[in-house]
Every structure is written in C-alpha cells, then in structure tokens.
C-alpha cells in the first residue's frame, strides 16, 4: 500500500473547526483512502473513507484533492472528546480482506 | 450490542513464559484480525483470518507466535518464549466478509497490555 504523510501533532480550540491534512503523492487509482482515530487507552476506531468524492457522515467530512494526492478530514466542532491520535490510511480496493497499514498518525490536542 | 472484547486487558510476565491472548469478535463478523502496537507508534499488522483459516500471517515477527480461531469465532494470540521486546498492547479488530466486495471497516477492542519482565 501506498504511504501516507501526516503532521506529528496539531491543536484545536473546542468548539472550533479542525482541518486534518494528509499527503498520499504516490497513491494508485484503486486506493482508498481511510481515517481511523485512536482515544487515548482504546482501540482504533472507523471515521470515515472515500475515493475520488468528498464524503459527510455524523462523525466528520473527507475532502479529497481533484488529483487525489492529499485529503483533509475536517471535524466541524472539536470537542474534548475528540482528542485521539487520527491515522489517515490508503487501503488498495482489491485488499479489502486486508490489514490497515497505520503510520505514525496525527495527534490532535484540543483547548477547551 | 457487545463490540470486540479482548481477556485479560493486561497480563505481566517473566522473559521466557508463555502467554495467550483471547479475543472475542463481534458476532457474525468473519474477518479476525491481530495487530501489536508498541508506545508511541500506530498499531502494526500481525495476522488476519477469514473464518477459520489464517488468510495472510505476513505480519508475525516469528515462529514465536502463533494463532488459532478453531471455530470461526474466537481467536487465540500465543506467544513462546517471550521477550522483553516483546511488550506491547496487541489488539484485535473484527470486521464483516470483506471478501463480498463491500468496503467493511474494522472494530477494534481494547487490547491487551502485555508486559514482559
């Protein structure tokens, strides 16, 4: 699988915005491109994936670069609770029996 | 309903004794899989199953571990011999067919924290 490159660490005020950026420069057409996020003291959990369109759900919303090799997961309102570490990963469509690749991830830090 | 539980979520042992992780998917999930994850670092791939069978073990540092999932249900971790580097929480996630084409994310449980003195 393609490699993704995601900032160390990041900050948020609660109650605003948080744009989370990820470089995929070497992603190939039949990748997918998924966040999982890590609580502290918990397992990863699922946000949200997507492929060529910009994706909503009731967790966050994907925008995903016309050329594909960048994506940003955006939470609309951080709140405490959103403090995790998040992981951007690329999973190729033909693996979908496979392992996520993690990396390094983003650690989110949010204010109140 | 229940998500993926993981027995016991921390477990110390001396260098050199055998340990073995549980893991219990969700209900109806196919797909097994085992990840370690070290401090610090994202959680790094070690074995997948789909039903019974181990699909792709590419990712066992060596002949040390092994895993079972005899029914198609739980799923056993077990480590020889263990090691001081060793030491990790190892987590396990569970996930629909994901051989029926349909994106199926994983669910993950707690992990367990294994610590090897």
């Known amino acids: 699988d393609a490699k993704t490159t995601q900032p160390n660490s990041m900050e948020s005020n609660e109650e605003e915005p948080v744009h989370l950026p990820c470089n995929h420069s070497?992603?190939?057409?039949?990748?997918?491109i998924h966040w999982y996020r890590q609580l502290p003291s918990q397992g990863p959990e699922y946000v949200i994936h997507g492929l060529t369109s910009n994706v909503n759900n009731r967790m966050a919303s994907l925008a995903i670069a016309e050329d594909r090799k960048s994506s940003t997961l955006i939470l609309h309102r951080a709140t405490l609770r959103d403090a995790a570490v998040y992981y951007c990963i690329l999973r190729a469509y033909n693996n979908a029996g496979n392992m996520l690749t993690f990396g390094g991830g983003t650690r989110l830090m949010v204010k109140p | 309903g229940a998500g993926v539980s993981q027995t016991p979520s921390n477990k110390v042992t001396e260098k050199g004794k055998y340990v073995e992780l549980r893991c219990d998917p969700i209900s109806g999930h196919t797909a097994l899989y085992w990840y370690r994850q070290s401090l610090g670092q994202g959680p790094e791939f070690l074995i997948y199953f789909q039903g019974t069978g181990a699909a792709d073990d590419s990712g066992l540092p060596n002949d040390r571990f092994f895993a079972v999932r005899p029914e198609g249900s739980v799923s056993t971790l077990k480590i020889q011999r263990t090691e001081r580097g060793d030491s990790a929480v190892y987590l396990c996630a569970s996930s629909l067919d994901p051989l029926e084409g349909s994106y199926n994310e994983q669910f993950f449980g707690p992990g367990t924290r294994l610590t090897v003195l």
């Open positions: 070497t992603i190939s057409g039949t990748d997918y």
